[in-house]
């Protein structure tokens, strides 16, 4: 079985500020592969980033950050000086077994304040 | 750009009824999904499609049933509409390997 857990369902940073979105997922299997998906107000789902199980190497891509630690099955997402436009909910998935299921966490509300 | 498209944006239906959710994805992709979204429960597998005729049940796959019959079209069947089916569906498409789904808009779908 697998599992994501997002524990923070929602925050509210003002503009500018630092959040970082937790993200703790559960698996049997060696090799899998954890995502980040931002699902604006308009609905549909946004691919963010895709990370292997042998990669623990942190990415950052602009004002974006992952971290990814296998220690404490975590894959933590980081937005540095935040902007309105990230207003959203992100949700982190876990895909792995023989059919490279994706499951889901309930995801994260984010609320940048003006 | 991969297009994963869904039939209707939004769909109200009387309970009882027959529904049928159609999404049809133009990147050749091997795997199809159906998701449903609630508040509180984040997306939730109902069933998955790794080749055309093939499927798999996800995690609540009861009161539905789906069916492929092509390659880029996956349709999501509620055999008979409750009001506990009320809810947001995603479909999405990924392609084989280790790859990101792409998710389609959305149908909002109300049983009255």
């Known amino acids: 079985a697998q599992k994501v857990t997002q524990a923070q369902t929602e925050i509210s940073v003002v503009e500018k500020e630092d959040v970082t979105l937790d993200c703790v997922y559960e698996t049997r299997d060696t090799t899998y592969y954890l995502f980040w998906y931002k699902q604006p107000p308009s609905g549909e789902l946004v691919f963010l980033i895709r990370r292997n199980s042998f990669d623990e190497q942190n990415e950052i891509s602009g004002r974006y950050s992952w971290n990814f630690q296998k220690s404490t099955s975590s894959f933590n997402f980081t937005i540095t000086a935040s902007q309105v436009v990230d207003s959203a909910v992100y949700f982190c998935?876990?895909?792995?077994?023989?059919?490279?299921?994706?499951?889901f966490g309930t995801g994260t509300k984010l609320q940048v304040i003006p | 750009d991969v297009k994963v498209t869904q039939s209707s944006r939004y769909l109200v239906k009387r309970t009882g009824e027959k529904v049928f959710l159609e999404c049809v994805q133009d990147?050749?992709?091997?795997?199809m999904f159906w998701y449903r979204q609630d508040p509180g429960l984040g997306l939730r597998l109902i069933y998955f499609s790794y080749d055309v005729k093939m499927k798999e049940k996800g995690d609540i796959p009861e009161g539905y049933s789906v069916s492929r019959e092509k390659k880029e079209r996956f349709s999501l069947i509620l055999e008979s509409a409750s009001t506990n089916q009320t809810s947001m569906y995603l479909c999405?498409?990924?392609?084989?390997?280790?790859?990101?789904?792409?998710f389609g808009q959305g149908t909002r779908l109300t049983v009255v």
């Open positions: 998935a876990l895909a792995s077994g023989g059919y490279q299921k994706v499951t």
């Open positions: 990147m050749d992709h091997e795997n």
């Open positions: 999405a498409s990924r392609d084989r390997g280790w790859t990101e789904a792409f």
